[in-house]
């Protein structure tokens, strides 16, 4: 990592402030662009400093799922009805233990609201729901299920709401720019409209701190060449995860190490180190996401099992949630066993990535010829199908609860996908914030002039997680933290 050094820096060390503004802000992804709307529609004048060449980060690069509910306009136009308590009550089951209360409070209750801002920032919305499975919808709706709410084990918590809203994407596509492109084009189009100031390649190197220990800029470097920055009011660090930073991922969160998937390069934990030298608290620095490299069209209408032939997670589930239980709990052992017609159901079906459609690696006439070749203990996986087949035949799932319209007896012939080690994600722990977005010290205090807002913080996700939490928490607090800077 450039510059190994991450003490602060005393101001009265700094010679030349190169740039200064009343708010600066480290990185332009969607906490950075959040919080830099956020500042400039309360008045101040701000600076944001970018790493790369331009803005978007991972979030340009993503499905652009915004986790939203509580009756949001587009919710009520595709005829859904929510509530910001059944929001809380889904949420606080699916992302704990240990979820922060109070701002799970905060989100769902200004949940509806912030959807009124993205949608009044610009950001376009098509009034239509897509309601099969998938990690994004493969047209222009913009509303889906993206958390596992309508399926066991928490579909029977509250009724479920599909959350997930996607911007609207010009038809046809154009290559990888899905409503994560536009959601961060129409943002950072709205940054610079509010007179947001951008200086790109400036890589963030340590915090500037007064005597009386509030921060009040930062140091950094162009091209190898120092840059100091002086924060009238406040800093906000919005420089993502630490997914690439070998060392912490070893740390905190080996099970994912080398292992990084939907995040970027930049993202080195950098923001997180230079807090924590300031005394910053961390919280959940094992929490990931978990991606599972398979086609949730194929999953839903198969049988996922672990090593031992055993069945272990809802197949109709958030594929987020296949992918945590794989990982963390059946030592990332997986096999998708699927009979010749869902298969070829599962192939033809719509998808947003048909290149998660995965060929057979073993196809037999028989299950016990195929628990055989795949070289599972004897009878494990005859009779976990045997069981299976039984209640499949009078269209239930007992056992795990998957949804009837995807439970059919496994006929033949039939084959098995090898999903070994099919896994990889991006960390979601980190500073420990307030529900403004202020750092706090290990002691539980603010630390003064900084804020910190998305996946460098530790948001709304404990353990679990949904589709969208990451641009919906960080769009949020960012945008918090813009607000709460701008008019400490």
Known sequence: ????????????????????????????????????????????????????????????????????????????????????????????????????????????????????????????????????????????????????????????????????????????????????????????????????????????????????????????????????????????LATGSFAYNDEMMQAYAPRLYKRPAATVEEHDGRGILVAQALGAGLAHMDACEVAFFCDPQLMARGILVNGRGQRYVQEDTYPGRIGQLTLFENDNQAFLVIDQKSYEEGMAAPSSSPQLKRQPTWVCETVDELESEMGLPSGSLTSTVAEYNRHAAEGSDPVLGKKPEWVAPIGSPVAAIDLRGNTGGFTLGGLRTTVDSEVLHVDGTPIPGLYAAGRCTSGLSAFGYCSGISLGDGSFFGRKAGIHAATS
């Open 1 to 236: 990592m450039a510059g190994t050094d991450i003490r602060p820096i005393p101001a009265e060390g700094i010679e030349h402030w190169d740039h200064e503004a009343d708010v600066v802000i480290a990185g332009f992804g969607i906490a950075g662009v959040a919080a830099a709307i956020g500042a400039a529609e309360s008045g101040a004048d701000v600076l944001v400093l970018e790493r790369t060449g331009g803005g978007g980060g991972a979030a340009a690069l993503s499905g652009g799922i915004v986790y939203l509910g509580g009756g949001t306009r587009l919710q009520k136009a595709c005829g859904i009805d929510d509530t910001p308590e059944n929001m809380k009550t889904f949420l606080a089951a699916a992302l704990g233990p240990g979820v922060d209360e109070q701002k799970l409070d905060a989100y769902c209750d200004g949940s509806v609201a912030h959807f009124e801002w993205l949608e009044a920032c610009g950001v376009p919305y098509k009034d239509a729901f897509w309601n099969q499975p998938g990690w994004e919808i493969p047209n222009d709706d913009s509303l889906m299920y993206s958390g596992g709410e309508n399926a066991a084990p928490f579909s029977t918590l509250v009724d479920p709401a599909p959350r997930g809203h996607l911007a609207q994407v010009p038809m046809p596509r154009k290559g990888e720019q899905g409503a994560g492109h536009v959601l961060m084009t129409t943002l950072i189009a709205k940054a610079g409209e509010l007179g947001v100031r951008i200086e790109t390649d400036v890589r963030m190197q340590r915090l500037v701190t007064d005597t009386d220990g509030r921060v009040v800029g930062l140091v950094t470097t162009r091209f190898g060449k120092q840059v100091a920055v002086r924060a009238r009011k406040g800093v906000i």
